[in-house]
């Protein structure tokens, strides 16, 4: 029963759930936070039934894949109230059937990642404002950590329902040093792995590329395709004419852009420093406005192959074109 409530607390994974049944020939599967429909096309009725001896484990393998989506409107708006067959979820070309569907508010792990490197001089004030803005609209049951990076990346708090004590890690640090933003989404995916919560998200408040990291970009690709955790970011850019000519810098918004857009994240920019609360506000917002959508996929091979995902939308009557948000795929189990 333990691996059964593992499944019913994760929220973004594809796992594999073995369920021992002692005496019973019934299955049951729930998942936390989940409108559940019954598929009659999923029982076989023409096949006989297996006579189960007192004391005899059963064992019965389910898959289920769950993607969070964030809808939005031509304004960037969030749009809520939408139903399981306003959507169309497809795994490789082929489409699959939607046989769990949620759009509830459940608790999430946060990771806030920060920028303390020399070139947030000036901006790290109004960087701090927008974490503790952040904070402010969490979920009671919500957990965070923290974690600063310049020259190296560093956990500024663990894991702790504690807003005021995350508050009071973060008004002491100061910006120096280079940037290893790459260092730091490796740590903060780490991190996230001791996470309760299985809806799990990353918060990126940086201002360029990466200069000073050990790890490269396609090592932290990898690794965000492997992680179940979803990405957000907040650039603060200098118009493109301004910014330093390294090309590491230069190339900082699209890496944030491409390392967000694999998991179903979004990046926003900041021109005006006292903007970004508000923006920071609505990330979470977003957060807690997603819709979970879950199948069973059709292929049913365990090869630990890369299989795409792509989200349609059934735009309502009367609402104008909508855009889906989702992570761009999964890695099927090995075994």
């Given at each position: 029963?333990?691996?059964?409530?593992t499944?019913?607390?994760?929220a973004l994974?594809v796992?594999i759930?073995?369920l021992?049944?002692?005496?019973s020939a019934?299955?049951?599967?729930?998942?936390?936070?989940?409108?559940?429909s019954?598929?009659a096309?999923?029982?076989?009725?023409?096949?006989p039934?297996?006579?189960?001896?007192?004391?005899?484990?059963?064992?019965?393998?389910?898959?289920?894949?769950l993607?969070?989506?964030?809808v939005t409107?031509?304004?960037?708006?969030?749009?809520?109230g939408?139903e399981p067959?306003?959507?169309r979820?497809?795994?490789?070309?082929i489409?699959?059937?939607?046989?769990?569907f949620?759009?509830?508010?459940?608790p999430?792990?946060?990771?806030?990642?920060?920028?303390?490197?020399?070139?947030?001089?000036?901006?790290?004030?109004?960087?701090?404002?927008?974490?503790?803005q952040?904070?402010?609209?969490?979920?009671?049951?919500?957990?965070?950590f923290l974690?600063?990076?310049?020259?190296?990346a560093?956990?500024?708090s663990?894991?702790?329902?504690?807003?005021?004590?995350?508050?009071?890690?973060?008004l002491?640090?100061?910006?120096k040093?280079?940037?290893?933003?790459?260092?730091?989404?490796y740590?903060?995916?780490s991190?996230?792995?001791g996470?309760?919560?299985?809806k799990?998200?990353?918060l990126i408040?940086?201002?360029?590329g990466?200069?000073?990291?050990?790890y490269?970009?396609?090592?932290i690709?990898?690794?965000?395709r492997?992680?179940?955790t979803q990405?957000?970011s907040?650039?603060?850019?200098?118009?493109?004419?301004?910014r330093?000519?390294t090309?590491?810098?230069?190339?900082?918004?699209?890496?944030?852009?491409?390392?967000?857009?694999l998991?179903g994240?979004?990046?926003?920019?900041?021109e005006n420093l006292?903007?970004?609360?508000?923006?920071?506000?609505k990330?979470?917002s977003?957060?807690?406005?997603?819709?979970v959508?879950g199948?069973?996929?059709s292929?049913?091979a365990?090869?630990?192959?890369?299989?795409?995902?792509?989200?349609?939308l059934?735009?309502?009557?009367g609402?104008p074109?909508?855009?889906?948000?989702a992570?761009?795929?999964y890695?099927?189990?090995?075994?």
């Amino acid at each position: 029963m333990a691996q059964r409530s593992t499944l019913a607390a994760r929220a973004l994974c594809v796992p594999i759930v073995f369920l021992l049944l002692c005496g019973s020939a019934t299955l049951s599967l729930s998942v936390a936070g989940f409108a559940q429909s019954v598929v009659a096309n999923d029982l076989k009725h023409d096949t006989p039934g297996q006579v189960i001896k007192p004391g005899q484990a059963v064992h019965l393998e389910v898959e289920l894949a769950l993607v969070n989506v964030t809808v939005t409107d031509p304004y960037n708006r969030l749009v809520t109230g939408l139903e399981p067959d306003n959507f169309r979820i497809f795994e490789d070309n082929i489409e699959q059937e939607v046989v769990n569907f949620s759009s509830e508010d459940i608790p999430i792990s946060i990771g806030v990642i920060l920028d303390l490197s020399g070139s947030m001089t000036g901006k790290l004030g109004n960087a701090k404002q927008a974490a503790f803005q952040f904070f402010r609209i969490a979920n009671p049951h919500d957990e965070f950590f923290l974690v600063g990076f310049n020259e190296r990346a560093e956990i500024l708090s663990p894991f702790t329902e504690n807003v005021e004590d995350l508050q009071s890690r973060l008004l002491p640090v100061a910006a120096k040093g280079k940037t290893a933003l790459l260092d730091a989404i490796y740590l903060g995916l780490s991190q996230m792995r001791g996470a309760r919560n299985g809806k799990r998200a990353l918060l990126i408040i940086s201002d360029g590329g990466d200069n000073n990291s050990r790890y490269n970009e396609k090592d932290i690709k990898r690794l965000v395709r492997e992680a179940d955790t979803q990405l957000y970011s907040i650039g603060i850019f200098e118009p493109f004419e301004y910014r330093s000519r390294t090309p590491e810098e230069l190339n900082g918004p699209s890496l944030l852009s491409e390392l967000t857009e694999l998991t179903g994240g979004r990046a926003f920019t900041v021109e005006n420093l006292n903007d970004l609360p508000d923006i920071a506000a609505k990330i979470g917002s977003e957060l807690r406005n997603q819709y979970v959508l879950g199948y069973h996929p059709s292929n049913k091979a365990h090869d630990a192959r890369w299989r795409k995902i792509k989200i349609k939308l059934r735009t309502p009557k009367g609402l104008p074109p909508l855009t889906a948000y989702a992570k761009t795929g999964y890695y099927a189990p090995s075994h």
